[in-house]
């Protein structure tokens, strides 16, 4: 894999550290509400989808570990924000292993590459994809914390 493992770290890690800082702006009074009903997630479930995303596509996908993983279910979870930490925690430190075990070629296909971009199904691609989804999750959760607190007025340096 031609990407350097504390690289996809760094941002893994900043990804998640800004969804824990959306759910620590909610609060457990606010991190379980479905901004406009039932069409939309609550900040808790993307979290915890996001750690789903992380497991299936860097443990199983990439690596090859069974997986029982249950995406509808990721989206109706519900957690404290004490919780989104703990489970925050353990995604990073199993992703962290994942990627260096991708690094050191430990990577086998247990089938879902062919779903990456341009026929990619490289390790790098991998984990750019789950990059990827986070980011992309963050955005929603900082929409849905938008949407239940109101605009916040923009931190200026």
Request: charged share 20%; hydrophobic share 45%.
């Amino acid at each position: 894999m031609n990407l350097e493992p504390t690289t996809a770290e760094t941002y893994l890690r900043l990804a998640f550290a800004r969804m824990l800082g959306v759910a620590d702006r909610l609060g457990d009074e606010r991190v379980n509400l479905r901004p406009h009903g039932e069409g939309t997630n609550a900040v808790a479930a993307l979290v915890v989808h996001c750690c789903g995303v992380a497991e299936f596509w860097l443990g199983h996908v990439a690596l090859g570990r069974p997986s029982n993983r249950d995406r509808t279910a990721e989206l109706s979870t519900t957690a404290s924000v004490a919780e989104l930490h703990a489970l925050v925690a353990a995604t990073l430190a199993t992703a962290t292993a994942d990627i260096r075990a991708l690094e050191a070629g430990g990577g086998s296909d247990a089938g879902g590459r062919q779903f990456l971009p341009e026929g990619d199904t490289s390790d790098a691609s991998v984990v750019i994809h789950v990059l990827e989804e986070a980011f992309q999750h963050l955005g929603h959760m900082e929409l849905a914390a938008d949407a239940l607190l109101g605009p916040q007025p923009p931190a200026f340096s």
